[in-house]
């Protein structure tokens, strides 16, 4: 079993910044990409930003670009997602998704975390 926690999510002002964290636990013997995504109200979820396992590429939505890094740490087992100079269209669900090599596995199966709630407004 696997578990991804988000953190982070909260209200915010636009123009201002939130940064996201996600901690995976459990019985991991490797993590490979993790990324983000969102799901806005009466939207489909989206990608926001990805990472690949050695953290060298990123790749990011272009909504996104200039504003958002996302970034992990493999000691932690996790992801973080700074986002700067946010806007209304900002506002979502945020969730968490890591591609996991469990204990027992012989293939890394996607994970998602709860997700967490960004609110941009003033």
């Known amino acids: 079993q696997v578990q991804l926690v988000e953190s982070g999510g909260g209200l915010v002002q636009p123009g201002g910044s939130l940064r996201l964290s996600c901690a995976a636990s459990?019985?991991?013997?490797?993590?490979?990409?993790m990324g983000w995504y969102r799901r806005a109200p009466g939207k489909q979820r989206e990608s926001v930003a990805v990472i690949s396992s050695g953290g060298r590429i990123t790749t990011y939505a272009d909504s996104v670009k200039g504003r958002f890094t996302i970034a992990r740490d493999n000691a932690k087992n996790t992801v973080y997602l700074q986002m700067n100079s946010l806007k209304a269209d900002d506002t979502a669900v945020y969730y968490c998704n890591a591609n996991i090599l469990m204990q027992g596995m012989a293939t890394p199966v996607g994970s998602w975390g709860q997700g967490t709630q960004v609110t941009v407004s003033s």
């Open positions: 459990g019985s991991i013997i490797s993590i490979y990409s």
